[in-house]
């Protein structure tokens, strides 16, 4: 028997809509518009794109600038539209002409039947109470935000968040993607997550069910390839958790310690995270997510090689300051995820009295906190200078104490 | 039942010696030389090194330099025992005073219970013809030997031909462990691997038998972290494998795809090496070996960062050179590991009809060859110039085809 094509057998076409237009928002919506026409059998060809509305100057120095049109600020949305560019925040880089910017997300949640989340977290609240009534209740979601809210309490990942609130299902995004590289087609990979449970309103019967073959359609280009997968708890932790780690990398190249201790940290954050996973979300949560996936080591390889939060504390280790001095100084009002998360996983932890099981992630807190010290080994270790906190034994000792 | 201390209620000590002094022979033998003394009730003090007898003339900058007594050029072994440092291969890091250098494998070996490989790959069957009737039949190797001997025939691990040709079990040593790192005593992490079996000639009773617990103790340092681990044959293939994959991500360096498609190339890298271990030593090897031990994925992401394959890679698509012309260059007439084993691995596969399941591996081997090249995604992606072999589809897609 042959294999049906995904889509076949259904008349009715998946509607996607994109909310969030940031550099990752606009580079997904890139993406989707892409595939929206490359899989006309599946999709209706136009992408709305929810776009925060704001008034935007568009640079003389701009390729697209014309004196006439742009003398004046103008509409966002407007610009994107007329442009085909997210000129604020992605400029450089074509979007497809199916992509439409709305600033309105009643209008942009309209008959989609593909939600795509792409926005700071903080953001979806208010805007998952603007779209009550507006959505299709068997809409299916992903959302693409990096991150878990942790607390003391526990642990609620964004998709459950979007999916509870929405009274939808929701799956996740999440791998090595640097928003910019992906926008200029430099070939990455992602992992997307996917795991329908509950009580779903089912789609019409003429709307082919949202699955892994239709988001591998929906997400995979030459240039961006696509794993889906069930695990939506590790694909989520995997992004909130590599940056703690990319802290501890970045204490440890600030001190000098070389390739061998800086991979050992990684090593040792790797099997944190994949421990934390599988212990407080032990019905869903694989090993593998995190040893295999984009969304694991890949990610945590990017993170620790040049990203923000590893850029911080190296830098903060070098000049002798607080991670949030130099926060200050260098991420111009921008916030570490890393600090927050460092803090958030350690009230978690030490609720649950299970701190000692994560040494490092309970390393990087101390650190953060002032009750442990960053100093160079050779003072710390070689010298056996006890005035020092944290000893060579402790960063990764961490790993076992013996 | 208080637990045995290891070695308690046996009256005789190991003996250990190691057979090389390179810059990584000369740090083992200074972490050996430091936990004999460190475990006087399992080990015996001296520590015996052979050295390769050459003569070497100190610099009169060296610090130790005497006008009296280095004038002119003076035996290796004799500058070792009497500076307590090998001035030649590991200059200015101080070795304990009972190491003692030996040009004399048969002296070396003499008496020893444990014997510690740690030689270039091609000095070892002559190595072991000199040790005829030198050595104890009971005595247990352990190999620091980095790769393995791959050809159409099969695989050989340095490991398992130590051990077949002496009589004696041998397992082995491999991690992100760059040398000159580990002799300054920056933190790092290793991987042992020891699993005997099969007919030995069993140590005398007043022996402890080389165990797990008696290896931690010959090699764990504050500054050097070791897990021991039964996987022989997984512990050798990281060590070899993963300088295929530096090469890879060399070139992706080379063509500046960025950050994603590194992270992304070493975790397709990763799972190649896995699948190449469990599915050719399936009955020894395992998969946490490579995702979470120091001899996998921490090792790959030191190699990946700074290793020689990869910078001698990288240079090679910078310089629009073949890469033995970089090596030639560049390395002062040492020679790549990488290079030979994507040869030697792809003789196997192809040997075998599997090459197809190994796209990464083959496509650094056809790039190697000639019969791939390496081009600017740019070029080759965007602009879709037929011109290119290798396009950017190509060297990752590699993961899957579609």
């Known amino acids: ?54 008034d935007y100057q568009v640079p003389s120095s701009h390729p697209k600038y014309s004196p006439s049109e742009h003398s004046k600020p103008q509409k966002l949305t407007a610009l994107i539209n007329s442009l085909h560019e997210n000129v604020k925040y992605l400029p450089n880089i074509p979007l497809p002409p199916n992509v439409q910017a709305t600033p309105d997300i009643r209008d942009a949640v309209h008959n989609a039947t593909i939600l795509i989340f792409n926005v700071p977290h903080q953001f979806v609240p208010n805007i998952i109470r603007q779209m009550k009534g507006a959505y299709l209740p068997y809409a299916r979601a992903v959302s693409c935000i990096k991150g878990v809210d942790v607390s003391a309490e526990g642990i609620s990942l964004f ?91 970045g204490f440890v190249d600030g001190l000098g310690w070389g390739d061998n201790a800086k991979a050992a940290i990684m090593r040792v954050g790797l099997m944190e995270m994949q421990k934390f996973g599988t212990k407080y979300f032990s019905e869903t949560c694989r090993t593998e997510t995190f040893t295999e996936e984009s969304c694991g ?41 890393g600090t927050s998360t460092a803090r958030e996983v350690n009230q978690f932890l030490s609720a649950r009295g299970e701190e000692h099981e994560f040494p490092l992630f309970t390393a990087v807190f101390n650190i953060l906190e002032g009750k442990a010290k960053v100093m160079h080994p050779d003072f710390c270790y070689q010298r056996n200078n006890t005035d020092c906190n944290l000893q060579v034994e402790d960063l990764p000792g961490l790993i076992e104490r013996d």
Not at 22 to 37: C, D, V, Y
Not at 223 to 238: K, M, P, T
């Open 297 to 337: 080591v890949a990610d945590l390889i990017t993170s620790c090689n040049g990203g923000r939060n590893h850029r911080c504390a190296k830098l903060s280790v070098e000049q002798g300051k607080t991670i949030e001095e130099v926060e200050r100084e260098t991420l111009n009002g921008q916030k570490l995820q």
């Open 1 to 54: 028997m042959a294999k049906r094509k995904a889509g076949e057998g259904y008349s009715r076409k998946h509607k996607v809509t994109v909310i969030g237009s940031g550099n990752w928002g606009s580079a997904i919506s890139k993406i989707i518009g892409e595939n929206t026409l490359a899989h006309p059998y599946l999709f209706e060809p136009e992408v709305k794109m929810w776009v925060y509305e704001e």
């Open 159 to 249: 998709s459950d968040y979007i999916g509870k609130h929405l009274g939808i299902y929701c799956g996740a995004l999440s791998g090595a993607n640097i928003a910019t590289e992906v926008a200029e087609e430099k070939f990455s990979e992602t992992t997307v997550a996917y795991n329908p449970h509950g009580d779903l309103t089912p789609p019409p019967e003429d709307l082919a069910p949202v699955d892994h073959e239709i988001l591998k359609h929906l997400f995979h280009r030459p240039y961006f390839h696509v794993r889906v997968i069930s695990d939506v708890a590790g694909v989520s932790l995997g992004g909130a958790l590599k940056n703690v780690v990319a802290i501890a990398a």
